[in-house]
């Protein structure tokens, strides 16, 4: 039970921090493009940010999901290999 939370504490502290950076890099890629196609939108004065609480939610349910599926697979994979 331990293993479990461990590693899903674990793997949401760094799925979601990626979740943010993605989500940042999209933002950004989107600024650019608009740019080109004469839509200048500000990416000159983009910054790094958290998203709006809706999607930050989004990503964290998503997240949560897949960081207590992928502790509950260790879990029983350690299991299978210690009997």
């Known amino acids: 039970m331990k293993t479990k939370r461990t590693v899903a ?15 940042n890099m999209g933002v950004k890629k989107t600024l650019k493009d608009e740019e080109k196609r004469g839509r200048s939108i500000g990416i000159k004065k983009y910054k790094f940010q958290i998203p709006p609480t809706a999607q930050l939610l989004e990503l964290a349910v998503v997240v949560g999901l897949f960081s207590v599926a992928n502790g509950y697979i260790i879990d029983m994979i350690q299991k299978r290999k210690i009997k």
Not at 9 to 23: D, N
């Open 9 to 23: 504490l674990v793997t949401f502290g760094l799925f979601m921090t990626e979740a943010i950076l993605h989500y």
